[in-house]
């Protein structure tokens, strides 16, 4: 990425930080991964829980700019403190996912994320959005890196012709609206 310094292993940092609050939020987590790897944005995908590893969590916080992390997406489950907690302690943008839950469905997520106090906000995604969790920060990135904001608009514009394309009828003809 123009304007980025690598890492001396030649290793390209991550530019955003995934965080999930258990390696079962995984098979949504990885949606977000994909994302960021279809833009060609460097990620990576750790477990830190708000509840279970509070030091780990806060020292990765602490050192996730100093890294070169620019986004942070958290998502975790139920009584999900993980995107407000590290919101709390960074400057950096925090996306917070909710992850859907066997009982309440995610709303218990949903709700723990959303409802912010003043001050520190998280910016919340729909329950299992881990899909539009990549692409905002995708696009809080392309403020900054026109490469990545090339990336974006391709994207949006293969989402339209794919929708359009979608509509057409068995002779290729678009379907009309009712
Ligand atoms: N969780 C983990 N620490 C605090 C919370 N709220 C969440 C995880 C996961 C859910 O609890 O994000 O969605 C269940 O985790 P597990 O490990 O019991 O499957």
Known sequence: MAGRSEEKRGKTAPMVGII??????FPVLEKTVMILNQLGI???LVVLSAHRTPD???QYIEQAAGRGIEVIVAGAGGAAA?????????????????IPTE???GLDSLLSIVQMPKGVPVATVAIGGAENAGLLAAQILAVRYPEIR???IQ??????RAVLE???GPKNEPTKPR
């Open 20 to 25: 999930g609050g258990s390696k079962t939020d």
């Open 42 to 44: 460097p990620n990576e």
């Open 56 to 58: 780990q969590l806060s």
């Open 82 to 98: 993980l995107p407000g907690v590290v919101a709390a302690k960074t400057h950096l943008p925090v996306i917070g996912l909710p």
């Open 103 to 105: 009982n309440l469905r």
């Open 150 to 152: 090339d990336k974006v």
């Open 155 to 160: 994207f949006r514009a293969e989402q339209t």
């Open 166 to 168: 979608s509509s057409r």
